[in-house]
């Protein structure tokens, strides 16, 4: 039985062919194929989901989900896009821990700091107000103001260390210990103060300053600038020697910051030394004296001197007797020893006509203090005879 609205003959040859065509040339390019689906923004929930109370129809499908299986040949774009924004985002999540890290642990580290200075030094000889006393070193020691001083290294003490604003505590640290270790082998270390050695100083300067102390020892100077005295403890082989090693002692270490990449440590110590001429007879058991060097010290320190356990010696105040006022100390200390009485003869004269560089120091000359000189010990007490009278015998009188 025919239905309505069909032809009383069926349908036309050719006429539905010709539609099923325009229909399949239609929909040919839209393939909904495993990978198109996956692809989807979009994700429809099964029946047994659906049935949830409250359940939507659909949800969304991030971009974190693969859902599986490879790409094919079509409707692969979906996917790899997914992918490519997965990976874009983990780059920058990646980027940002990173650079978060690195500001944690690699603070900003201000730039090296500039090239050393010339060292500035200044000698002054103290000149003694009163004959030099000789004895035996224990004993010189125990009845001078250094009595109380301690030995060697052990008179050079830390303050307390604490940390600035651009340095650890640790560096501040290190860079006093740095200053003691130039204390040490500058002032203390035998063959420095004889005069035999100068490497165990240099090994401690920054290279700037090289050039500088290697002609300070080669050509002595008291222009400020190439005076041996001023980087270093020497005595004028010539003139006295060390009669015990056992030097005594005393004085400070401060520690700044100057500049957010330089520290500043300063001392101010005294040393004491025993001597005794260098020349003539053996010298007696009792025949050695007191030789006094006060040393002010500037020393700076950047971060690579730290590393490097270095120093960069800004200037040295120092003073020392008994000396004469006409000896040039530049060269070494010039001890006036056992017996020698005060003098009077001031510094050595300077020429302003002469050419050639002028001795900065000429004319800087100190007294020293009578109370730093050892006290005599007091002579024994001899019994005197006594009188006629007191021992009971009678004179007689004069007839």
Same mark, same amino acid.
């Given at each position: 039985m025919a239905m309505p609205g069909d032809p009383p003959n069926g349908t036309p040859e050719g006429a539905g062919g010709a539609d099923d065509e325009f229909r399949a040339d239609e929909y040919r390019s839209v393939v909904f194929d495993e990978d198109f689906v996956r692809a989807a923004r979009l994700q429809e929930f099964s029946a047994q989901e659906r049935m949830g109370e409250h359940a939507r129809a659909v949800r969304s499908r991030s971009i974190w989900s693969t859902g599986g299986g490879h790409p094919g040949p079509r409707g692969g774009s979906g996917g790899g896009t997914a992918r490519q924004g997965r990976i874009i985002v983990l780059c920058i999540a990646l980027a940002l821990a990173g650079a978060v890290y690195m500001g944690l642990r690699n603070p900003y580290v201000p730039p090296a700091g500039d090239p050393a200075e010339a060292m500035s030094s200044t000698v002054v000889p103290l000149a003694p107000s009163a004959p030099v006393p000789g004895g035996r070193p224990a004993d010189l020691y125990a009845q001078s103001p250094a009595a109380q001083y301690r030995i060697g290294a052990a008179g050079i003490t830390f303050p307390a260390v604490r940390r600035t604003r651009h340095f650890t505590e640790e560096q501040v640290q290190t860079a006093l210990t740095i200053a003691k270790d130039y204390l040490v082998q500058s002032s203390l270390d035998p063959d420095v103060l004889s005069g035999e050695a100068s490497r165990p100083v240099r090994v401690l300067l920054d290279p700037d300053q090289l050039t500088q102390f290697d002609q300070s020892m080669l050509v002595p100077a008291g222009n400020g600038r190439h005076a041996v005295t001023g980087w270093l403890v020497r005595f004028d082989p010539a003139t006295a020697v060390v009669a015990d090693t056992r030097v005594r002692v005393s004085g400070v270490l401060a520690a700044a910051e100057t500049a957010p990449n330089a520290l500043e440590v300063t001392s101010d110590h005294t040393f004491v030394y025993a001597v005794r001429p260098a020349t003539g007879q053996p010298a007696a058991a009792d025949g050695a004296s007191l030789f006094t060097v006060r040393r002010e010290l500037r020393m700076r320190f950047d971060r690579d001197d730290l590393t490097a356990r270095r120093a960069e010696l800004v200037s040295a105040y120092v003073m020392a007797g008994p000396q004469a006022c006409s000896a040039d100390p530049a060269g070494g200390f /010039?001890?006036?020893? *056992? &017996? *020698?009485g005060p003098t009077t003869t001031g510094p050595a004269a300077s020429?302003?006509? *002469?050419? &050639?560089?002028?001795? /900065?120091? *000429? &004319?800087?000359c100190g007294v020293l203090a009578p109370t730093t000189a050892p006290e005599p010990p007091e002579p024994p007490q001899s019994q005197a005879p006594a009188s006629p009278a007191a021992s009971g015998q009678g004179v007689s009188p004069a007839p």
């Open positions: /010039r001890p006036l020893t *056992a &017996g *020698a020429d302003p006509y *002469a050419s &050639g560089s002028p001795r /900065r120091t *000429a &004319g800087l």
